[in-house]
């Protein structure tokens, strides 16, 4: 590669990540690069992007539909329709990006040439702690051969209500400033790229209800949510759960609908328009008919699905 320096232009000899020159040299196109130090390390990386051409999904061939629930004590809860559930804890990383925000303060103080440069190293270093720990978790959830489905979270700050003002308690400032920091679009689109690079399809799919809806019965209320606390309970029948697993199991059930609406019309779309109060109407009243249950699997087959 050639690099312009102080120095003037000089040529590094470039050895690359084997999968990646794989990729190149079968027909990917190489795009925009950049160069980036690591201080801890003392070593330059060279950071490449590439296009690659994946050929186009055959619907016939999913065999896998999963659901992925996201929030901040689990950053996110994964199931598929054969009831395999992973949870992904928030507490470390929530733990050390308070640990970032918790260093600003004093240095914002100090307001010296050190401290300011110090405050510009812990915001990109912070940044790229979260898409690190996106990127672990997107690489773990887009499996081969699957439709995933995922919330569409637009608009999810305007539909979420957080408490502000000065009677707010430190814990729901700290609560705040957790949802607002940490990058779920961001997850969601590492996700979409990896999952096309194995072969496989993330879809989004209404968030509405998708933690109040028992996917037993289907009975929709707040008050299958005691106290808005992780425990969900069915006031109708009586089903219990972990809330963030009945969000994620509601999300891979619409996510199984939708590859059924893919297999009859031949279109998928990669987020549904619910817009208008009667469409909307009319896909919460189809979610509302869905059951968790073993007819659930996407070829009707397969050992009953348990409360596990």
């Given at each position: 590669?050639?690099?312009?320096?102080?120095?003037?232009?000089?040529?590094?000899?470039?050895?690359?990540?084997?999968k990646h020159l794989d990729l190149i040299a079968n027909g990917a196109k190489i795009g925009a690069a950049k160069i980036v130090y690591q201080r801890s390390s003392k070593t330059y990386y060279l950071m490449v992007s590439i296009e690659v051409e994946v050929p186009e999904i055959n619907p016939l061939k999913i065999t896998r539909v999963s659901g992925v629930d996201v929030g901040m004590r689990y950053l996110a809860v994964e199931t598929?329709?054969?009831?395999?559930?992973?949870?992904?804890?928030?507490?470390?990383?929530?733990?050390?990006?308070?640990?970032?925000?918790?260093?600003?303060?004093?240095?914002?103080?100090?307001?010296?040439?050190?401290?300011?440069?110090?405050?510009?190293?812990?915001?990109?270093?912070?940044?790229?702690?979260?898409?690190?720990?996106?990127?672990?978790?997107?690489?773990?959830?887009?499996?081969?051969?699957?439709?995933?489905?995922?919330?569409?979270?637009?608009?999810?700050?305007?539909?979420?209500?957080?408490?502000?003002?000065?009677?707010?308690?430190?814990?729901?400032?700290?609560?705040?400033?957790?949802?607002?920091?940490?990058?779920?679009?961001?997850?969601?689109?590492?996700?979409?790229?990896?999952?096309?690079?194995?072969?496989?399809?993330?879809?989004?799919?209404?968030?509405?209800?998708?933690?109040?809806?028992?996917?037993?019965?289907?009975?929709?209320?707040?008050?299958?949510?005691?106290?808005?606390?992780?425990?969900?309970?069915?006031?109708?029948?009586?089903?219990?759960?972990?809330?963030?697993?009945?969000?994620?199991?509601?999300?891979?059930?619409?996510?199984?609908?939708?590859?059924?609406?893919?297999?009859?019309?031949?279109?998928?779309?990669?987020?549904?328009?619910?817009?208008?109060?009667?469409?909307?109407?009319?896909?919460?009243?189809?979610?509302?008919?869905?059951?968790?249950?073993?007819?659930?699997?996407?070829?009707?087959?397969?050992?009953?699905?348990?409360?596990?």
């Amino acid at each position: 590669m050639s690099i312009i320096t102080l120095q003037g232009r000089i040529v590094v000899p470039y050895d690359g990540y084997n999968k990646h020159l794989d990729l190149i040299a079968n027909g990917a196109k190489i795009g925009a690069a950049k160069i980036v130090y690591q201080r801890s390390s003392k070593t330059y990386y060279l950071m490449v992007s590439i296009e690659v051409e994946v050929p186009e999904i055959n619907p016939l061939k999913i065999t896998r539909v999963s659901g992925v629930d996201v929030g901040m004590r689990y950053l996110a809860v994964e199931t598929d329709l054969q009831n395999k559930s992973k949870f992904y804890s928030g507490k470390d990383p929530r733990h050390k990006a308070n640990r970032y925000h918790k260093a600003r303060p004093t240095l914002q103080r100090k307001g010296t040439r050190s401290a300011k440069r110090r405050l510009i190293a812990l915001s990109g270093r912070e940044r790229r702690f979260i898409a690190d720990v996106n990127h672990q978790i997107s690489k773990e959830i887009a499996k081969p051969n699957s439709l995933i489905g995922l919330e569409n979270l637009t608009g999810i700050r305007d539909r979420t209500k957080s408490k502000s003002g000065k009677k707010t308690s430190k814990k729901q400032r700290r609560a705040n400033r957790n949802k607002a920091k940490w990058s779920f679009a961001e997850l969601h689109g590492y996700i979409d790229y990896k999952a096309h690079l194995n072969g496989s399809l993330a879809t989004k799919v209404p968030a509405n209800y998708t933690s109040k809806s028992c996917p037993k019965c289907g009975h929709t209320s707040d008050a299958n949510r005691p106290n808005k606390g992780l425990l969900f309970r069915c006031e109708c029948c009586g089903h219990e759960l972990h809330a963030d697993l009945v969000g994620a199991r509601n999300i891979a059930m619409r996510a199984l609908l939708v590859r059924q609406d893919w297999m009859s019309t031949g279109s998928l779309s990669a987020s549904p328009n619910v817009s208008g109060s009667e469409t909307k109407a009319e896909i919460l009243s189809r979610f509302s008919e869905l059951r968790w249950s073993s007819d659930t699997s996407p070829h009707h087959s397969g050992t009953p699905l348990d409360d596990g």
